[in-house]
């Protein structure tokens, strides 16, 4: 299964806080992200927390980590039309071998917004 | 940030034939990343490609149906050989960020959908 998880959809009305959930199982995880994926478009780095910390805000953008319960989330306040998007959840894990790390990836939450 | 651009956009091909995908960066970058996208499903990572050494495979991914060349620091190729309709997703390269201080910031391309019939 995905070491890392999201639910798949999410509707939200404009104007309303939208809220964005994912679990992820490695609990060494120094870095978790949130990445924005639009219609055509590469994915985009949106916003990210370090371990050591419960809660970033960037503007509209809220992260909260619980890292005991090993579960990240994303709101986005006053959501527009402009954010409908796909929002992934990602974690980087460190290689035990000489390469670099990667980034491990939910399956990306879908999020339509409505007028 | 970099810029990165792919082609094909998009394909179809016919199942038993290959498709090389180009990924072209506006900046030098030491290492590229490979990703497959399948419908529904997350990004999972190829391999990842220096300049001047083979590409390095993740499990499940090998050489013979993913071959991968890095000819310069700013080019990369990704073939997808033999195709069956289970070759059929969203393939994105990325770099990490020059000078990123964060691992895992990385910059992707806009993808090459292919579809295998």
């Known amino acids: 299964g995905e070491d890392v998880e999201q639910s798949l959809f999410l509707s939200v009305r404009e104007g309303d806080s939208s809220v964005i959930n994912c679990t992820y199982t490695?609990?060494?995880?120094?870095?978790l992200y949130w990445y924005k994926q639009e219609p055509g478009a590469g994915l985009q780095l949106l916003t990210y927390?370090?371990?050591?910390?419960d809660m970033k805000q960037d503007q509209r953008l809220t992260v909260l980590l619980n890292k005991k319960d090993k579960h990240l989330s994303l709101r986005i306040a006053d959501t527009q039309t402009g954010d409908s998007a796909i929002y992934f959840c990602?974690?980087?894990?460190?290689?035990?071998?000489?390469?670099?790390?990667?980034?491990?990836f939910g399956a990306g939450t879908q999020v339509v917004v409505t007028p | 940030s970099a810029v990165i651009s792919q082609k094909p956009s998009r394909d179809i091909c016919q199942r038993g034939t290959s498709l090389t995908i180009q990924c072209q960066v506006d900046s030098q970058v030491t290492m590229m990343f490979w990703y497959r996208q399948q419908p529904g499903q997350s990004l999972t990572l190829i391999a990842t490609?220096?300049?001047?050494?083979?590409?390095?495979?993740e499990s499940g991914f090998v050489i013979d149906k993913f071959p991968i060349s890095r000819p310069n620091l700013t080019f990369s190729t990704l073939t997808v050989s033999n195709m069956s309709p289970e070759d059929s997703s969203i393939y994105l390269c990325s770099v990490p960020r020059t000078g990123a201080t964060l691992l895992g910031e990385q910059f992707f391309g806009p993808g090459t959908r292919l579809t295998v019939l």
């Open positions: 490609a220096n300049q001047g050494s083979e590409a390095t495979y």
């Open positions: 927390i370090f371990s050591n910390m």
């Open positions: 490695d609990s060494s995880s120094t870095y």
């Open positions: 990602a974690e980087f894990k460190f290689m035990t071998t000489d390469s670099w790390g990667k980034l491990q």
